[in-house]
Structure formats: structure tokens, C-alpha cells
């Protein structure tokens, strides 16, 4: 680690082979996720003391008070049958592909038996994409494009439903003429104040926010935002007025559309859009294997998912 920065090749796999060579069995991957998970070293969640044995299968016992520790404990790889080394191939998988994995191409590379385990798989990685505590957007000289947007092909109801569009908000940083990182969220209730309280979410206080003409963003100005609000007189000019979010809600359509291969059940939703904010949001990232380091940081803060947790669709 140099500077605070992961390095390639030291802190995480520069390639495949790499991959293989690093994680040959549960052991390697556990002090891997040790590290990740205890940055600054082990210390007992109970007592605080620093000294520690490990026994068995990725328990820390504390030397001071013999409490155990599991590191995967409250992890998405708690209490898994699966190698650890299987997990991390997957997850090497996942952010090798620019563009991401659907549930069938990762059970043909990991030779799962059964699509409905590469699916439960994808979906606990999903929900590790979004990192708890994240920073918000914006920022002294960073505009925020705000809005919503209509993604189509999600379905109500169970599986073989009819299509339907849902209604997703973007915040879209623009840095110039650069667009900078985004955030997504499912719309429960379109074109209501819904939007402000994600803006409040997601965007630092003080921020300059781009927005059309709609009556509930008048309040931004109140909500501690410079708020800058433009009415397009014709629905083709919305492209021009907030161009970033108009760039990203299209990249995020065709993306929908290319990786997955089905209709998305509108509970998940939101899983999809946290994992092309994860992607897009490293898309400049130089190294894919960053991209692996990141993803196992944060499913080590993550919490477990089992699979009677997931409603198994369509997708
Ligand atoms: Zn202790």
C-alpha cells in the first residue's frame, strides 16, 4: 500500500494467473479478507486487545478474553460451503468483465450445477457494490445534474409478467465538460418531492444542482443547494439542458439491456443500478484487479444475504 493507494501485484492480482497462484486455498483467501476486513491489524471487538490465535476456519481468538472472531462473520462469505477461492474467482470474474456477468455465463465459467446458485451469487455481489458510508456528490466547482428517468423491460409481478417501465433518479456530476460519478435510485413515486430526499441523500449540502423546469425542484434553493433550473420549452431540448445526466441515463439503458438477457423484476431493481454505479463509477480505474480489491473491501463490510433472503425470478 503506497500512499493509502492499493498497488497492483502487492495488494492485489494483476492478473488471472495471479489469481490462481495467490488464492490456492481457504486459508490464503481468509488472511486476504483479514487484511481487508482489519486494516490497522486484528483487535477483539469484546476487549480491544490486540493479541490473538487462530483456530479453525477463519476464527481469531482473542488472546486476553478467548472471544472468537470469525473474519467472514456478517459477510456475504459467512457460514459459505463454497472454497473461498471459488468466491473470489467469481468475484474476479465479475469486475474482469467490463461490462459484467450474467447468471448463466457465471455458472458456465465456475461450472456451478445449477443457474439459481450463479444467480444468488451475483445478487450477494450486487449488494456488496455499494459501499455503506459513501461519499456524496458534488462539491466545490462540481455541477450536479439532477432528474428522473424511465428504464423499460422491468416487470411487475412474478415471473412471465408484462413489461413495464420503471421510474429511476440520477444525480450525475459534471466537472467541466467531464462527467465525474453518478448515483442511482428506484422512484417509488415519480415526479414527487421523492427526488428531494434523494438529493439530500446523495448530494453534499452547498453543491450547484442542474435541473429542468418541474415545480418540486423550486425547493432545492431552500434545501442549502445552488440551484440552477432551466425550462425547456420542447422535450428535445431536455438532452441539451443536463447533457451528463442525459449521457448516463442511456449508457445505464443500453447496459440493461446488453448484460441482461431477461425482463427485471422491479424488486431487484435496485441491485442492477448499484451495480452499474459500482462500474461506472471505476470506469476509469486502469486496473480491472482494483476493481476486485474494491469489490471484496466492501463485501467484507457487508452484510449476509442467504439465499431464502433473495425471491428467486426471473432474473
Ligand atoms: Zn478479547
Not at 100 to 117: I, M, N, W
Request: hydrophobic letters at 40%; a positive charge; one cysteine or more.
Amino acid at each position: 500500500m503506497k500512499d493509502g493507494h492499493p498497488e497492483a501485484g502487492i495488494d492485489y492480482p494483476r492478473t488471472y494467473a495471479d489469481l490462481l497462484a495467490w488464492f490456492p486455498d481457504d486459508d490464503a483467501c481468509l488472511e486476504y479478507l483479514a487484511g481487508l476486513r482489519w486494516p490497522a491489524g486484528f483487535r477483539c471487538p469484546a476487549c480491544g486487545a490486540d493479541g490473538f490465535w487462530k483456530t479453525g476456519r477463519g476464527q481469531w481468538m482473542c488472546k486476553a478474553c478467548a472471544r472468537r472472531t470469525s473474519v467472514t462473520a456478517g459477510t456475504i462469505f459467512h457460514r459459505t460451503r463454497t472454497p473461498l477461492a471459488t468466491w473470489f474467482a467469481a468475484v474476479w470474474f465479475v469486475t474482469s468483465q467490463k461490462g459484467g456477468v450474467s447468471a448463466l455465463g457465471l455458472q458456465r465459467v465456475l461450472g456451478f450445477g445449477s443457474y439459481e446458485t450463479a444467480w444468488a451469487w451475483l445478487h450477494k455481489l450486487r449488494r456488496a457494490m455499494v459501499r455503506p458510508g459513501r461519499d456524496l456528490l458534488g462539491g466545490p466547482g462540481v455541477v450536479v445534474e439532477l432528474d428522473e428517468t424511465f428504464i423499460g423491460g422491468v416487470s411487475r409481478g412474478g415471473y412471465g409478467a408484462s413489461t413495464d417501465k420503471a421510474c429511476v433518479m440520477l444525480a450525475v456530476e459534471k466537472n467541466g465538460r467531464k462527467i465525474g460519478r453518478m448515483r442511482a435510485q428506484v422512484a417509488t413515486r415519480p415526479g414527487t418531492i421523492e427526488i428531494l430526499e434523494f438529493a439530500q441523500a446523495v448530494i453534499a449540502s452547498g453543491s450547484e444542482v442542474h435541473t429542468d423546469g418541474a415545480q418540486m425542484f423550486r425547493r432545492l434553493a431552500d434545501m442549502g443547494y445552488i440551484h440552477r433550473r432551466t425550462v425547456a420549452m420542447r422535450t428535445a431540448d431536455k438532452e441539451t439542458l443536463l447533457p451528463g445526466l442525459h449521457m448516463v441515463a442511456s449508457l445505464l439503458k443500453r447496459w440493461m439491456i446488453g448484460t441482461l438477457h431477461y425482463g427485471i423484476a422491479t424488486e431487484h431493481l435496485p441491485y442492477y443500478l448499484d451495480e452499474y454505479t459500482f462500474r461506472f463509477n471505476r470506469r476509469d480505474s486502469r486496473s480491472r484487479g482494483l476493481l476486485f480489491y474494491r469489490l471484496l473491501q466492501q463485501a467484507v463490510a457487508s452484510a449476509p444475504h442467504p439465499l431464502k433472503d433473495l425471491t428467486l425470478s426471473a432474473n
